[in-house]
């Protein structure tokens, strides 16, 4: 297969400065109507439905309708670690990166990356599950060990007997914050679940950052071993459900 004209095609779709940022826009894996994408492009709604045709007939996008009303969101866990990616590389050279604002500094101590953690909370939550031997790292992949089910059955979590079709079971995405992995996959989906239905984190404002709550610093040292990431005293208020999903 000849890939290089297919990386071009993707490369080219993305590289546009407005789809980029409305790609970016749903990278927490929610799903936001052209509108609302159009306006953290900063374009106007003719030029963004221009850019929303192209980006899922190419299959970056997926298109839900909700009565009237048209939402969009990644089509699947692969496109939200192609951008993790190339933010990765684009970072690989450069000085290590030290937020400066409010809303920088929220996101690097945690964030959503399409249905998971990310941020120096996720980062600590692997080195965790490394350190007590919960899961086996082998590349990018992690294996989830008998001492790892025991304690994420315990911890009310139940995996699949089988990995979901299309995707791993339990994977490594390296943080492009921290430079360093946190688990993604099915586990890594499972734990944030977990952690948001127990209300240990809860979703900040029109921000993919996530605030670790007062249940969430007591929980996390308790069952993780580690403390929770010190965040901006100023973040905004967390809302439980910000945008719509059609999970």
């Not at 007590?132 to 699949?160: H, N």
Request: glycine share 8%; with cysteine.
């Amino acid at each position: 297969m000849i890939t290089g004209p297919i990386i071009a095609e993707i490369a080219a779709l993305v590289g546009d400065p407005a789809r980029a940022t409305m790609v970016s826009a749903l990278v927490d894996g929610g799903a936001l109507t052209a509108s609302e994408l159009a306006a953290a492009a900063r374009i106007t709604p003719q030029t963004a439905s221009t850019h929303l045709a192209k980006l899922t007939a190419a299959g970056v996008l997926s298109m839900v309708r909700d009565g009237r009303h048209r939402y969009f969101r990644l089509a699947s866990p692969t496109v939200a670690s192609m951008i993790d990616g190339i933010v990765a590389v684009a970072l690989e050279k450069r000085p290590r990166y030290r937020p400066l604002s409010r809303q920088a500094r929220a996101l690097s101590a945690a964030r959503i990356c399409y249905d998971h953690l990310a941020g120096r909370l996720s980062v600590d939550l692997a080195d965790s599950f490394v350190a007590r031997e919960y899961i086996v790292l082998d590349d990018e992949v992690a294996e989830v060990t008998t001492a790892g089910t025991r304690f994420l059955t315990k911890f009310g979590i139940k995996l699949p007997t089988l990995p979901s079709t299309g995707r791993r079971f339990c994977r490594l995405c390296l943080d492009w914050t921290e430079r360093r992995p946190h688990i993604a996959g099915v586990v890594g989906g499972a734990i944030t679940k977990r952690c948001f239905d127990l209300g240990w984190i809860e979703r900040m404002k029109r921000s993919h950052a996530v605030i670790v709550t007062p249940l969430g610093r007591r929980g996390f040292p308790k069952t993780f071993g580690i403390d929770a990431p010190e965040q901006p005293a100023d973040a905004l208020p967390a809302v439980k459900n910000p945008g719509r999903r059609f999970d």
